[in-house]
Nanobody, 128 residues
Framework: QVQLVESGGGLVQAGGSLRLSCADS????????LGWFRQAPGKEREFVAA????????YYADSVKGRFTISRDNAKNTGYLQMNSLKPEDTAVYYC?????????????????????WGQGTQVTVSS
């Protein structure tokens, strides 16, 4: 059973940076994609970014494109989300997720139902 553990969240001023990590503590994950989602209070969980595990191809929400970078280290079974130029509206709990399903396009990887395993979440707070 894959267990994802996020780390790296915290409090940062607007314009600052944070790097989130998502590790598979069991080192057993063998799937197709890693995704990051976020959920602010009173809002639905929304897609942030995804990376195909084998090819490294990446996808981003328009709201973070050019500011966030998703990556993965296959040897360490770990994914990362580098967040630069943070804004107060980026404040949310960030979740990583892993998918064991293959999809041709990007649409399903932008939906929570496209993923099988989830981490517990890490809080990111951006002050103005």
């Amino acid at each position: 059973q894959v267990q994802l553990v996020e780390s790296g969240g915290g409090l940062v001023q607007a314009g600052g940076s944070l790097r989130l990590s998502c590790a598979d503590s069991t080192r057993t994950f063998s799937g197709y994609a890693l995704g990051w989602f976020r959920q602010a209070p009173g809002k639905e969980r929304e897609f942030v970014a995804a990376v195909r595990w084998s090819s490294g191809r990446t996808y981003y929400a328009d709201s973070v494109k050019g500011r966030f970078t998703i990556s993965r280290d296959n040897a360490k079974n770990t994914g990362y989300l580098q967040m630069n130029s943070l804004k107060p509206e980026d404040t949310a709990v960030y979740y990583c997720a892993a998918s064991t399903k293959y999809y041709d396009g990007t649409y399903r990887y932008q939906l929570p139902v496209g993923y099988d395993y989830w981490g517990q979440g890490t809080q990111v707070t951006v002050s103005s």
